[in-house]
């Protein structure tokens, strides 16, 4: 018997689809514990509602943002050793941040296996937790950097 939702089992098919293994990961109150420490502010209904610090924001009308995602990841990822690492895709399954899914993906497929799925708010997390980034159901893309997390210009 299959005791995941519809969507799990969505999200999961649309990550073997690119080749993944689409398991959660084995540590994942580790990371949600860990992300809301450093980039939330007490428990809003959502994470995006109370983030500590904001460091972009960028609203899609057609909600298109996802699609330069690897490209923010790759901005992101400059200062570190391995910039094609896995990063966290934290999916939030319903509208209460009850159900979070947390997968670790390789940047370079995170677009395709958001086109692969109905809408859904998610979070990108950086391997080191050292960056953030969100997509709410407003259309924005919102990105988040450790305070302690210097960025190279570019």
């Known amino acids: 018997m299959n005791d995941k939702s519809e969507f799990q089992n ?4 649309a990550i073997a689809g690119v080749g993944d293994m689409p398991f959660e990961v084995s540590n994942k109150e580790y990371v949600i514990s860990k992300v809301e420490k450093i980039y939330v502010e007490g428990r809003p209904r959502v994470w995006w509602l109370s983030f500590k610090h904001i460091d972009a924001i960028d609203h899609f009308d057609d909600n298109s943002g996802y699609a330069s995602i690897f490209e923010r990841i ?3 990822n400059k200062n ?3 910039p ?3 990063v966290y895709l934290i999916a939030d399954e319903d509208e209460d941040g ?27 997390v950086a391997d ?3 960056w953030l980034i969100a997509e709410n159901d407003h259309g924005d893309i919102i990105e988040c950097k450790k305070p302690d997390t210097e960025i190279k210009p570019e």
């Open 84 to 86: 094609d690492k896995e």
């Open 98 to 124: 009850n159900a979070l899914l947390v997968y670790k993906v390789f940047p370079n497929k995170i677009r395709i296996i958001i086109d692969n799925c109905r809408y859904f708010e998610y979070y990108i």
């Open 74 to 76: 790759e901005k992101l």
């Open 10 to 13: 969505e999200i999961e098919t």
């Open 80 to 82: 570190t050793d391995n």
């Open 128 to 130: 080191d937790f050292s």
